[in-house]
């Protein structure tokens, strides 16, 4: 028969009127609906080996990233911690450098020209300028210091958010491991009693076993057959006795003859 090829363009004229009869959205809900069939064409021919072996290749993606969270909360709790210590080191710091400031302030409060400190002698404006160098010190480090407790606070929220997370993330991972050895568990079960119910004899093994009784039995008959020749070896006609009681015998030998007695058959 002979065909004749559609040019493209005549092809593709008929597509673009189709579409353009039943409109964008008619032609994508068409689309998708044809594709969501193929997928679910495509997932119901799949062996669910194949689906048990992607959920565990998924699952051992998976391991990667929990180590990299779990490294990620690691770090974060290293330097909360090390924060925290320096912390308590600049606030230690920070009391002894107010205890001395205190002493200072209060010999300036004697109104001496002069003050000895450590077995030093030193004038009441050098003990006044030490005094304030040592106050701004103390102010510029407490601002350090109220950075560093809000970056702390902030931190340890972080820290504890990371922590929900990697913990929700673990277990999530955990009941996917113990769903899929129990699926798999499952699976071994159903095919032990597909295979239990399963009823598949070999029509060739059925064959040769039909075919071997029956050359059996041949060979049964034929050895009765040589028996029952060998115990007749002359090939002698058989005759068959007479086993009937004597009196049977005899009646049906002689007959009304018996009736007879013998002066009359002399008298004849």
Known sequence: MLQVKTPWWITGGIAVLVVGSLGLGTTWSY??????????????????????????????????????????????????????????KLEQEQAQAFVEMKKLREALGQGKSEYQFAGHVFKRSEVEADLARRMDRYQARQAELEVKKQLLVERQSHLESAKKKVDAYRQQYDQLKLKAESLASQLKVLEANQAAGTVAIDQSLLGQ????????????????????????????????????????????????????????????
């Open 209 to 268: 076993a039909k075919e071997l009784a029956q050359e059996i039995e041949t060979r049964i008959r034929v050895a009765q057959r040589m028996l029952k020749n060998e115990q007749n070896p002359g090939g002698e006609i058989p005759i068959e006795v007479d086993d009937r009681p004597v009196t049977e015998r005899f009646d049906a030998m002689f007959g009304d003859q018996s009736d007879k007695s013998p002066d009359a058959n002399q008298g004849t």
């Open 31 to 88: 689309i998708k609906t044809a594709w969501r069939g193929i997928g679910s064409t495509i997932r119901e021919a799949t062996p669910i080996t194949f689906e048990l072996k992607r959920l565990n290749g998924l699952l051992d993606d998976l391991e990667p990233e929990i180590r990299r969270n779990m490294g990620v909360v690691a770090q974060l709790e290293v330097e909360t911690e090390n924060l925290a210590q320096e912390i308590a």
